[in-house]
């Protein structure tokens, strides 16, 4: 980082930190508070399929995996959610490192179908496991985050620091791993897996690993969901979560850090906005503008919003040069 990084990096920050303080209203802090939330389910998915190039549209499994996790052993076992969210996203670990056995052999479209086919046998397990899961109805009453020094977690407001640490504590780990010597393995073995197979890369072993770290990280924030909305249902392991941490990305800026950072709390925000369009045509328009975004995305800004600056960036460096 040089200079003008790290004072922007400082700025973003202190700003991260000042915003509920300034905009007071709960609405919008709830806002915030899913879009953090989003930022890191979004930048795990990034990791497995935009940096390592494995197709997982499976991705909710892990979610999903996380917030019943946590939820169940806090109702079912007094567990406290602040253990039991590490619980959730280990035990979505072990389900991803399960996962990423069968990508050994497959890429693609029958990885794609795979990773789908195992989501949607999780959410019909959730569904019809009615004595664990209470079935469709979802699980309610999930425990909070247990306070501490006098500050309890129920509110907006505080529970917006919880998910900004964990969402601050997540991007620190994703960009260590993708600008270390593994970040780069994963890139070369997206480019080109025999390649990288030819240079010594174990591209088996990448694979088990990056599949483990990212479900590890959709199932935390899952886990952080559950105890925030205290309110789970099966609905959170279809296809149309998976779907929307794809949309959050691609529009960002696949196979970049910033990229789900920004599609996510872009899409937050537009969600909540067409719920006001839903109410007057009567049908639920927001996938419907999550797919039209995407094929915008994918025919004329493959970048993402990322890709658009960086361009921008490049033509205003080289007509400074030119003058």
């Given at each position: ?75 079912k ?108 393995s ?32 959709g ?41 789900p ?31 039209a ?12 919003i ?11 460096g ?6």
């Amino acid at each position: 980082m040089d200079g003008k990084q790290k004072f922007l990096a400082v700025a973003g920050m202190a700003l991260c930190v000042a915003l509920p303080l300034i905009i007071t209203d709960r609405y919008i802090q709830h806002l915030l508070v899913m879009s953090l939330i989003f930022v890191i389910f979004s930048s795990s998915w990034n990791l497995i399929t935009g940096y390592a190039g494995q197709l997982n549209m499976g991705h909710a499994a892990f979610f999903g995996i996380g917030a019943y996790t946590s939820a169940l052993l806090a109702i079912k076992l007094g567990v406290s959610p602040w253990i039991g969210m590490f619980l959730g996203g280990g035990l979505a670990g072990a389900a991803g490192f399960l996962l990423g056995i069968p990508a050994l052999r497959l890429s693609g479209p029958y990885l794609a179908i795979t990773t789908i086919g195992f989501a949607e046998i999780l959410r019909l397990v959730a569904m019809n496991w009615v004595g664990l899961t209470r079935g469709s109805l979802g699980l309610y009453g999930i425990p909070p985050l247990p306070g501490f020094w006098g500050i309890r977690f129920t509110s907006e407001l505080t529970f917006y620091y919880v998910a900004l640490a964990a969402t601050a504590w997540a991007l620190f780990c994703f960009r260590r791993l993708t600008r270390s010597e593994f970040g780069l393995s994963l890139q070369a073995m997206r480019e080109d897996e025999t390649g990288a197979q030819s240079i010594g890369i174990s591209t088996n072993s990448y694979k088990l690993t990056v599949f483990t770290i990212s479900a590890f990280f959709g199932g935390f924030a899952g886990a952080l969901l559950a105890h925030y909305q205290r309110l789970i249902s099966p609905d959170l392991l279809s296809l149309g979560e998976t779907f929307q941490a794809l949309t959050m990305t691609m529009i960002g800026g696949l196979g970049t850090l910033t990229g789900p950072v920004l599609g996510a709390v872009l899409l937050t925000f537009l969600s909540e906005g067409l719920r006001f369009v839903e109410d007057i045509v009567k049908m639920d328009v927001r996938l419907i503008i999550y797919g039209a975004l995407l094929i915008v995305t994918i025919l004329f800004m493959r970048g993402g919003i990322v890709g658009i600056w960086d361009r921008w960036r490049e033509r205003r460096g080289s007509n400074g040069e030119e003058a």
